[in-house]
């Protein structure tokens, strides 16, 4: 069995070396393959950096990676990445992509914008595992709690259809005694920033970013978050809705002639 660990905060972050453990131990050959810089809000885009028509890749282990875990940084954002390893591109097609530990929370609607989920649901998009791991904080500290419940996400989440949806994990920067537990949960009806667009003079916009409490929403996966809890969250995509009924044409369309 393959594991690709990859994610949007970049080849330096500490969360890879996290995921990497949680493969190891549940008998996962892995593989470290990240982005070269940080590339946070990219969703599931396919950008690269090409060169002559090469994606530039260089060897470049992650801070406190197991020794022998080969690992590489890439000019690529993390859905190209796992698009990219669904073709063989950094050896052996993976059974499972596990991306994160994003610094920051991805809970709420606006995980349609997160780098960290994008990966999981380009892995998912071919058929295989995808899991995005977030702790709630900017610089976490307490990486062995995301760790453990990580580790208890990715054991449900392989027991089930690849194509069954990307588990989506946030976990509060806490210690492992201080867990509350781990509960599944909705997404909240708003991300966990929002903006204030003005015009100012000449039609340029400026663009203000504000947190939400949230507080306001205690039973979805930003509220139990906040409440001390870890989350779980299945997230599908793409879909379509086979209940609705579409506004069809057929031949030609009124005053054509």
């Known amino acids: 069995?393959?594991?690709?660990?990859?994610?949007?905060?970049?080849?330096?972050?500490?969360?890879?070396?996290?995921?990497?453990?949680?493969?190891?131990?549940?008998?996962?050959?892995?593989?470290?393959?990240?982005?070269?810089h940080e590339y946070s809000g990219a969703s599931a885009s396919l950008l690269g950096v090409e060169r002559d028509g090469t994606l530039v890749r260089?060897?470049?282990?992650?801070?406190?990676?197991?020794?022998?875990?080969?690992?590489?940084?890439?000019?690529a954002s993390p859905g190209l990445i796992a698009f990219l390893a669904a073709h063989d591109a950094f050896g052996p097609r993976p059974d499972v992509v596990l991306s994160g530990v994003n610094r920051g929370p991805n809970t709420g609607n606006a995980v349609i914008h997160s780098g960290t989920v994008g990966a999981a649901f380009s892995a998912m998009t071919h058929g295989i595992h995808g899991l995005a791991v977030s702790c709630a904080a900017a610089r976490p500290r307490h990486w062995g709690t995301a760790e453990r419940v990580a580790a208890h996400g990715l054991a449900w989440l392989t027991g089930r259809e690849a194509s069954g949806g990307v588990l989506n994990v946030n976990v509060p920067d806490v210690p492992l005694a201080e867990l509350r537990g781990v509960r599944q949960a909705p997404l909240a009806s708003f991300g966990a920033v929002q903006a204030t667009v003005d015009e100012v003079e000449g039609g340029d916009l400026t663009v203000t970013y504000a947190e939400i409490d949230p507080t306001t929403d205690v039973d979805s996966d930003a509220g139990l978050l906040a409440a001390g809890w870890a989350t779980l969250t299945l997230l599908r995509a793409p879909c379509f809705d086979p209940d609705v009924t579409l506004p069809e044409h057929r031949g030609g369309w009124p005053g054509e002639g």
């Open 1 to 36: 069995m393959r594991a690709l660990i990859t994610n949007d905060d970049g080849i330096e972050s500490e969360g890879l070396a996290v995921l990497a453990r949680v493969a190891l131990a549940a008998g996962y050959e892995v593989t470290v393959v990240a982005p070269a």
């Open 58 to 75: 260089r060897p470049q282990p992650c801070p406190g990676l197991p020794e022998g875990v080969p690992s590489f940084a890439v000019g």
